[in-house]
Each structure stands twice: as structure tokens, then as C-alpha cells.
T-cell receptor
Framework: EDQVTQSPEALRLQEGESSSLNCSYTVSGLRGLFWYRQDPGKGPEFLFTLYSAGEEKEKERLKATLTKKESFLHITAPKPEDSATYLCAVQDLTTGNQFYFGTGTSLTVIP | NAGVTQTPKFQVLKTGQSMTLQCAQDMNHEYMSWYRQDPGMGLRLIHYSVGAGITDQGEVPNGYNVSRSTTEDFPLRLLSAAPSQTSVYFC?????????????FGSGTQLSVL
């Protein structure tokens, strides 16, 4: 059974304090791993797609990496506007029309 | 482009009432889907469609109906609302031809069933 587990559930950082969010997954075959950002009262907004182990992608202060069992979202020198819930989702090769989401990490960056 | 538009934003129902959540997209996406988001649980797929006239069940389809008569619209129907259907509902779409393409989400409908 496909599973996605995100940790920690919540994270509070001082502005400028770098950290990482974890997404561990179990799928029979990975078609893609997706990171989304969700602000309160809004729908998830796409950040990155990773397809194979060793792949990395960057956008401003965010960097996503992928291994065969997990993905990390590294946040470098975060700012208060980075505060949001970050969601991880995987797409299985055998059930390509379904995405399996984790419960998210709620990030708060304190000025 | 408006992207994915959901209406209403908020809705309160009594147990047993029926209603339709609307979803429309203007990106000519073949694939459309409905998710529900509950505290402590990840987004869960209710139903999806890969094109007009084609629908299929997701992980939690019971109590919900869908139909897809046009590429643009994918309404979700609650036939007899139950308190267990209190949730935030998101519609999402993507192009079909690339199955690993990212999902585009609407802004959600917050539904309370009393």
C-alpha cells in the first residue's frame, strides 16, 4: 500500500535559521514526487517535482532532494513569508491517476 | 486565465440535505479530480475524470457522485449529507497527456454538515 509520511508535523524557526522537512514514502514504483505549499484558506500551490533518486531542484530559499525512500525540503535562511504548510505527494507508476499526499509540515518563521 | 474555480467558498448543510459543489477550469485540462482535506489526514482522492464522459472512483468515493459532461466542468454531488462529510474540498486538474504533470488546485470549499 502506498504511504507518505511527513515530519515534523510542526516546525518553528527564527528568521534566518535554516532547517529541513522530511517526506518518507513507500510506493511500488515512483512516477514522481511533488512538493506543494499551502497557505491558510487556500489550495495547495506547486513547488517542485522530482522523478528519480539523486535529483535536486531549487527555487529561491527552497531546495528539494530525493532518495529512493525519502525526500527533503531544505529551507535556507527562511523569512516570515515562508510560513505555510508544506505538503508532499507521490504518484505511483501502477496507479498513475492517483496522488498520495502526506499530512504536511506546518512551518512558522518568527521575525 | 482564472485557473481552477470552485464555488461556493463556504457551505453549511443539515444532515440529509443534498448539494452540488462546482468546479470549473479554463486551462483545457483533460484530467480533473476532487479531494477532501481533514485535520491529521492527507488530501484524499474522492473521484476523478480523465475526460468528458469518463469518471472513476478514488480512495473515498462513498456518499459522492460525479459526472463530466464538458471538459471545463466537474461537479461533485452530495446526495444525502452526513456529519462525516464535514471537510474542506479541493478540485484539481492537470493535462492528461503527461501523467506526471503537476496538479493545479482550486481555492477550496469549506463544508459543514450539522
Amino acid at each position: 500500500e502506498d504511504q507518505v509520511t511527513q515530519s515534523p508535523e510542526a516546525l518553528r524557526l527564527q528568521e534566518g535559521e535554516s532547517s529541513s522537512l522530511n517526506c518518507s514514502y513507500t510506493v511500488s514504483g515512483l512516477r514522481g514526487l511533488f512538493w506543494y505549499r499551502q497557505d491558510p484558506g487556500k489550495g495547495p500551490e506547486f513547488l517542485f517535482t522530482l522523478y528519480s533518486a539523486g535529483e535536486e531542484k531549487e527555487k529561491e530559499r527552497l531546495k528539494a532532494t530525493l532518495t529512493k525512500k525519502e525526500s527533503f525540503l531544505h529551507i535556507t535562511a527562511p523569512k516570515p513569508e515562508d510560513s505555510a504548510t508544506y505538503l508532499c505527494a507521490v504518484q505511483d507508476l501502477t496507479t498513475g491517476n492517483q496522488f498520495y499526499f502526506g499530512t504536511g509540515t506546518s512551518l512558522t518563521v518568527i521575525p | 486565465n482564472a485557473g481552477v474555480t470552485q464555488t461556493p467558498k463556504f457551505q453549511v448543510l443539515k444532515t440529509g440535505q443534498s448539494m452540488t459543489l462546482q468546479c470549473a477550469q479554463d486551462m483545457n485540462h483533460e484530467y480533473m479530480s476532487w479531494y477532501r482535506q481533514d485535520p491529521g489526514m492527507g488530501l484524499r482522492l474522492i473521484h476523478y475524470s480523465v475526460g468528458a464522459g469518463i469518471t472513476d472512483q478514488g480512495e473515498v468515493p462513498n456518499g459522492y457522485n460525479v459526472s463530466r459532461s464538458t471538459t471545463e466542468d466537474f461537479p461533485l454531488r452530495l446526495l444525502s449529507a452526513a456529519p462525516s462529510q464535514t471537510s474542506v474540498y479541493f478540485c484539481a486538474s492537470r493535462p492528461r497527456r503527461r501523467t506526471n504533470e503537476k496538479l493545479f488546485f482550486g481555492s477550496g470549499t469549506q463544508l459543514s454538515v450539522l
